[in-house]
């Protein structure tokens, strides 16, 4: 049940939220994780504008993206958790693509993938890597999300699916 675990990250906090999650599951199962990180074009294209000073940007976005996955790994270490990291960094394809490809290169059991839970126009805008994963996967996925603002968000509250 669940020993192997892929984990999408980004550094966002929704990426943190499931990261945290998939811990607790490695845990429990006494799995292990895959964190992955993909540079993709919007990343290029972000960066372009935020790094415009630099002659070499696409070298560091590839240092964040290490940096943010050893992160990630280190979060894991210090849980117990055994994790190995994928960094991405060929513009092979869309993030949602690398992701199901990697999910059967190595073979993971679960995905476990933050998600910002837009609805409306911002999901139509930006899309979603979470639902073209959810709806692809070859593995159950875990779509994981932060509590919704206002109210009781603290302790024990819920996670809307």
């Given at each position: 049940?669940?020993?192997?675990?892929?984990?999408?990250v980004?550094?966002?906090?929704?990426?943190?939220r499931?990261?945290?999650?998939?811990l607790?599951?490695?845990?429990?199962?006494?799995?292990?994780l895959?964190?992955?990180h993909?540079?993709?074009e919007?990343?290029?294209?972000?960066?372009?504008?935020?790094?415009?000073?630099?002659?070499?940007?696409?070298?560091v976005?590839?240092?964040?993206?290490?940096e943010l996955?050893?992160?990630?790994?280190?979060?894991?270490k210090?849980?117990?958790i055994?994790a190995?990291?994928?960094?991405?960094d060929?513009?092979?394809?869309?993030?949602?693509e690398?992701?199901?490809?990697e999910a059967?290169?190595?073979?993971?059991?679960?995905?476990?993938i933050?998600?910002?839970g837009?609805?409306?126009?911002?999901?139509?805008?930006?899309?979603?890597?979470a639902?073209k994963?959810?709806?692809?996967?070859?593995v159950?996925?875990?779509l994981?999300?932060l509590?919704?603002?206002?109210?009781?968000?603290g302790?024990?509250?819920?996670?809307?699916?």
């Amino acid at each position: 049940m669940y020993q192997r675990i892929l984990v999408p990250v980004d550094g966002s906090p929704t990426s943190n939220r499931g990261l945290d999650e998939a811990l607790r599951i490695a845990a429990l199962t006494k799995g292990q994780l895959r964190l992955m990180h993909v540079i993709d074009e919007l990343s290029l294209a972000g960066s372009m504008g935020a790094y415009a000073a630099y002659s070499d940007w696409i070298n560091v976005l590839r240092a964040n993206g290490a940096e943010l996955i050893q992160q990630a790994q280190a979060k894991a270490k210090a849980a117990g958790i055994a994790a190995d990291t994928v960094l991405h960094d060929n513009f092979a394809g869309p993030v949602h693509e690398l992701v199901i490809q990697e999910a059967r290169k190595w073979p993971a059991d679960l995905i476990v993938i933050g998600t910002h839970g837009r609805r409306g126009l911002p999901r139509m805008m930006l899309g979603s890597s979470a639902e073209k994963i959810l709806r692809e996967s070859p593995v159950p996925v875990l779509l994981v999300r932060l509590p919704e603002t206002g109210g009781d968000a603290g302790p024990g509250a819920s996670v809307n699916p």
